[in-house]
Every structure is written in C-alpha cells, then in structure tokens.
C-alpha cells in the first residue's frame, strides 16, 4: 500500500523558517496533488496547502508548498513562524483510488 | 455558508451499534461525494471512504470494510456512518468531510466538527 512519511516533530523558534517534509513510498509523488492540513487540539483539520502549492484564501502567504521529483517528496515551508502555527500539520495525496494521509508532524515553536 | 454539522458524542459498550450523522448546508448536497475520517486519540488521520451522494454507492478504504456502513437521507442533506459489533479499538473521532470539487479528488476543503464515540464496558 502507499504510504507517506513526515517526519514525527519538528520545533523552531519564532520568526524563523520551518520545512516539514512528506515522502511517497512508492511511484511518483507529483503524479498525484499534495495537500495539506492545519490541525489544533479539539478542532477539525483545515487545508493551508492544497494541489501542492495553492494557499485558500485566508492563509498567509507565510505558508507555502513545494514538490521535489528527485526525492519523491512534498514539503510543507512555513516562514516567520509565530505561536499560532503550533499545531499538528498532515499531508495528503491520492493513490489507486484511494486517499492517504501522512502520519502527521507536530510542530512546536518556541 | 457551507457547513457539515454532526451529531454529538456517544458512549457505547463493546458489541453495540452506533450510527453518526453529518448534516450538509449550504450547497447542493448530491453535487458533492462525502468522505468519512477517523482520529483515534493521539493518532493520525486516517481515510475510511467515501459515498457518492449522486448514486449511494459507497467506497470503503482498506480495514474499513464489513463493519462500517456509509448511508445517505438526501431529503434532509445528511450522511451516516454506522458502526456494528463495536470494539474498544473503534474508539475515535469520526469526520465527515467534503471535497473543495464537485469533480473529485481535491483537499478536504469543509469538515464536520467530529464526533466522539467512545467504547467502554
């Protein structure tokens, strides 16, 4: 099955720049879209990324993704980190029909 | 404004049934397929499927089959899941989310709040 790997946690310090990675298992990474998702404890996910490198409305521009062919890899680059990007952060693609998401990271800024 | 809202938390002991609903607004329910994600506590995010709300047919990801059932009511805009012979590992919170495209395969852009269910003797 596919799968997607983040890294477990990463931690940085305020206004400094942070890159959470997201690898396939297998295949092509770009062959399908990368989102994803912002998660606070007690709330549902909402998307800061979505078909790779589109922000919703809404999301800063400090957010911003990326795909990486040679390494299979989708990231995720958030820059001038404040608090408030502490969160749990998820990727997502699709594969075979199916939707997979990465195990998530935990992001702690600090 | 598009929302899903769902039913409250439930408490349930091994061997019930339970059954979440995720009642659409805000949109043409049929127009967009519903998905169904599971957060066990601590965990990840994990897809369990989705139903097309045009046709019914339900898609049920791998480990998610047997047990769990997706359903609709379009007259009241609401998807189902029910969950049978509940077991202590089925504790979770259980999304319904939609996507940004009525096409398919886009980002998760309208989640309900979840749903607790809990499965304790």
């Known amino acids: 099955n596919f799968m997607l790997t983040q890294p477990h946690s990463v931690s940085e310090s305020p206004g400094k720049t942070v890159t959470i990675s997201c690898t396939g298992s297998?295949?092509?990474?770009?062959?399908?879209?990368v989102q994803w998702y912002q998660q606070r404890p007690g709330s549902a996910p909402t998307t800061v990324i979505y078909e790779d490198n589109q922000r919703p409305s809404g999301v800063p521009d400090r957010f911003s993704g990326s795909i990486d062919s040679s390494s299979n890899s989708a990231s995720l680059t958030i820059s001038g980190l404040k608090t408030e990007d502490e969160a749990d952060y998820y990727c997502?693609?699709?594969?075979?029909?199916?939707?997979?998401f990465g195990g998530g990271t935990r992001l702690t800024v600090l | 404004q598009v929302q899903l809202v769902q039913s409250g938390s439930e408490l349930k002991k091994p061997g019930a049934s339970v059954k979440v609903s995720c009642k659409a607004s805000?949109?043409?329910?049929?127009?967009?397929?519903m998905n169904w994600v599971r957060q066990a506590p601590g965990q990840g995010l994990e897809w369990m499927g989705w139903i097309n709300t045009n046709t019914g047919n339900p898609m049920y990801a791998q480990g998610f089959t047997g047990r769990f059932v997706f359903s609709l009511d379009t007259s009241v805009s609401t998807a189902y899941l029910q969950i049978s012979s509940l077991k202590a590992e089925d504790t979770a919170v259980y999304y319904c989310?939609?996507?940004?495209?009525?096409?398919?395969?886009?980002?998760?852009?309208?989640w309900g709040q979840g749903t607790l269910v809990s499965v304790s003797s």
């Open positions: 297998r295949g092509s990474i770009a062959r399908s879209y």
């Open positions: 989310a939609r996507e940004r495209n009525s096409s398919g395969w886009s980002d998760f852009q309208r």
């Open positions: 997502q693609s699709y594969d075979s029909g199916n939707w997979v």
């Open positions: 805000g949109y043409s329910f049929t127009t967009y397929a």
